[in-house]
Nanobody, 121 residues
């Protein structure tokens, strides 16, 4: 199985933007992004269905982040705008859902290695 690979993380000032990319996912119905801050559990940020339709966002990022899938390039994106210091975290691309899980609940089955996002004030 080809692993999920994220890219695009970095350091920005508050108010700035970053675009994360993810490749390596296969035929899956659900894709998304999670974040993790040291000492805390991984949390879902955004998700979408591969077939199209609804997108789901955590309340903390809604209106600032956009998840998008380019099927031609087989690449998942997370466009992050108006970044805040509290967005600082390791961001993970995610695919699939655990048995009985739901995409809109961010109950993902697998993750990449992550890419660090640091937002300074």
């Amino acid at each position: 199985q080809v692993p999920l690979v994220e890219s695009g993380g970095g350091s920005v000032q508050a108010g700035g933007s970053l675009r994360l990319s993810c490749t390596g996912f296969g035929d899956t119905h659900c894709l998304g992004w999670s974040l993790q801050v040291p000492g805390n559990a991984r949390e879902g940020v955004a998700a979408l269905y591969h077939r199209g339709g609804y997108e789901y966002y955590d309340a903390s990022v809604k209106g600032r982040f956009t998840v998008a899938l380019d099927k031609a390039k087989n690449t998942l994106y997370l466009e992050m705008n108006n970044l805040k210091p509290e967005d600082t975290a390791m961001y993970f691309c995610a695919a699939g859902t655990v048995e009985g899980g739901y995409c809109y609940n961010y109950q993902f089955a697998s993750w990449g290695q992550g890419t660090q996002v640091t937002v300074s004030s």
